[in-house]
């Protein structure tokens, strides 16, 4: 049994609660595939994730994301809170800004912009493209928006590693009160093969300029509390189309009031066009793991 | 916001990994009941206990336990852990091996027995009853049941706080190689207001006499690792149906180990005991895995 240094974290998150939570065991040297698993299935959060010394002349550390089912080449909470932990504990220092993770996925950038509380921390995500711009009246969308008061721009479904269909409503207000419609939202995930209808509305928030809601339609109906993934395809879409709010291609989004959460994500889409997603990280349990 | 001491415990496991994690948030007195209710739903483990001072003058701790939606009066896996964790932090000492617990159910006594270097907590599980049910679920009980080599006792619905329905199998074989009917296990469990679904059955394994599996799919839990409830009621079964396994065991109570868990990469150890008042105990060994502080 060996001791390591353990961090439980609460991501995209103002404050402790408001965001996703996520386990980050750092010193991970020694642990095999089967030990890092059967952690990331006793903490029962989201991910768990082991931090590991770097291999690679490029990279800052190493990472490793295990669902408690399954271990996931990338997702972007685990490595936004993940290279929080890392700088906590001293373990790395960003490079002109930026810190680069080496994981199943490959080496992938992380922008750190600030210091202290209002610190946050934003991961470059895969490039996402569109794949179909749909009439509201599309047959496979009809039962989804039917009763939701739609936005200016149509729907479209985006791939970004993830397939993700989006719907713009007409306001805050609309959104805030939507009621998903579950069974057509679980057909339209499984004909479409994406994980469902994510819907946002502008906002005049002095905090956000959009309001989100990402509800997942298969193999589970849920609604995410926070979703990195999907709020980077809603990024490129919105560039694609010339309809980025905030300025300098740089927006913060609110979701999950909904259900529980209070999360706030900050989206950049930067020169190049790559999208970057973060926010702030909230220190919850500090300590150590004996394993 | 205030960094408070934070354990997270595994309970009835010999090894970290093996039995139920635990939550133990220290000094919660200026902590408000939905501040502990939102903690435990970040958290997302099973149960979450929040140590404030005794209000009895017999009581040695307090505790709260929440899971993820709700307060309970009392469970049996926190309050092992809750003992130990009164004991690890110097928050009370045991006198003559006794503790005594004060939790939204009353005081609790708590046994704490030292074997070498291995102490063992155990807690009095509150008295298990038949539910009479008058041969109403039948039919959902054939077809949760279905295809299963069925032991000597016939299956029954108990209550010992929670209702759990008890099978037993024809042995510990049978009740590992077991492929649930989640969806006829939580019909019938909603329908007669059960928590869940308990097999068990015997073995004469060297390390443990029973292999138990607990079920609870209409609460969103397929399969718990380590349930100790579940085997309090079944212990109860047991005994009034004169078939407490180790009967021919020495010692002051009747003592025999449950396995649960293995099939889901667990391996919990329940020690069940039942005193001369026919007072069913549950303990067992419990893991300090985490030690830190939680800022909420």
């Not at chain 2, 990994?17 to 635990?22: D, E, H, K, S, V």
């Not at chain 2, 852990?81 to 006198?95: R, V």
């Amino acid at each position: 049994m060996t001791s390591r240094r353990y961090v439980q974290l609460d991501v995209f998150a103002d404050r402790p609660g408001a965001g996703n939570p996520l386990a980050v065991v750092l010193d991970a040297e020694g642990l095999d595939d089967a030990t890092m698993q059967a952690i990331a299935r006793w903490t029962r959060l989201p991910e768990t994730t082991f931090v590991f010394p770097a291999t690679k002349s490029e990279a800052s550390y190493g990472i490793r994301i295990f669902s408690p089912r399954r271990e996931v080449p990338f997702a972007g909470h685990p490595s936004v809170g993940t290279a929080h932990a890392v700088l906590e504990a001293g373990l790395a220092t960003p490079r002109d800004g930026l810190l680069v993770q080496d994981g199943i996925a490959g080496l992938l950038p992380l922008h750190v912009i600030g210091s202290g509380a209002t610190r946050t921390i934003a991961v470059r995500t895969p490039r996402a493209k569109v794949m179909e711009i749909a009439s509201p009246q599309d047959a496979r969308l009809h039962d989804v928006l039917d009763a939701l008061p739609l936005g200016n721009l149509p729907p479209a479904l985006m791939d970004g590693g993830r397939r993700w269909w989006l719907a713009e409503l007409r306001d805050e207000a609309a959104l805030r009160a939507a009621t998903p419609p579950w069974e057509a939202i679980g057909k339209l995930a499984q004909e479409t093969e994406s994980m469902g209808m994510c819907v946002f509305a502008r906002s005049d928030n002095p905090v956000y300029f959009l309001a989100v809601r990402a509800w997942v339609g298969a193999p589970a109906q849920f609604e995410d509390a926070a979703s990195g993934a999907a709020n980077a395809t809603l990024a490129a879409w919105l560039a694609s189309q010339n309809a980025l709010p905030g300025s300098d291609g740089r927006y913060r989004i609110s979701q999950g009031r909904e259900v529980g959460y209070d999360a706030i994500i900050e989206l950049q889409v930067d020169g190049e066009g790559e999208v970057w997603s973060g926010g702030r990280i909230c220190n919850v349990v500090t300590g150590r793991i004996d394993w | 916001m205030t960094a408070r001491c934070y354990l997270q415990l595994d309970v009835f496991a010999d090894r970290p990994g093996a039995g139920n994690p635990l939550g133990v948030v220290f000094d919660a007195s200026d902590l408000e009941a939905d501040a502990m209710q939102a903690y435990a739903a970040w958290a997302n483990l099973s149960e979450t206990i929040f140590f404030l001072p005794p209000t009895a003058a017999e009581a040695d701790y307090r505790v709260r336990i929440f899971t993820p939606r709700q307060e309970l009066s009392f469970a049996g896996h926190p309050s092992v852990g809750a003992a130990w964790a009164a004991l690890d932090s110097g928050l009370a000492q045991a006198k003559e091996g006794l503790l005594v617990q004060e939790c939204a159910a009353g005081l609790l006594p708590v046994r704490i027995e030292q074997r070498n270097a291995m102490r063992l907590v155990h807690v009095r599980a509150p008295q298990a009853r038949e539910v009479l049910t008058g041969g109403a679920h039948t039919d959902g009980l054939a077809s949760a049941l279905q295809g299963l080599p069925l032991g000597e006792l016939a299956p029954v619905l108990w209550n010992n706080g929670p209702s759990w329905w008890l099978v037993e199998l024809a042995d510990a074989a049978a009740v590992r190689a077991m492929q649930p009917n989640l969806s006829a296990i939580a019909a019938l469990t909603m329908a007669s207001n059960a928590v869940g679904l308990a097999v068990f059955g015997r073995t004469d394994d060297s390390d443990h006499d029973l292999a138990a599996r607990a079920y609870c799919p209409a609460d969103g839990i397929p399969e718990d690792p380590v349930t100790g409830s579940a085997n309090a009621s079944i212990a109860a079964l047991l005994h009034h149906a004169g078939a407490l396994p180790g009967a021919d065991r020495p010692g002051p109570y009747r003592r025999y180990i449950a396995s649960q868990g293995r099939e889901i990469g667990r391996n919990g150890r329940v020690e069940v005991q039942v005193d001369h008042e026919n007072e069913v105990w549950i303990g067992g060994q419990v893991q300090a895995v985490i030690r830190g502080s939680v800022d909420w």
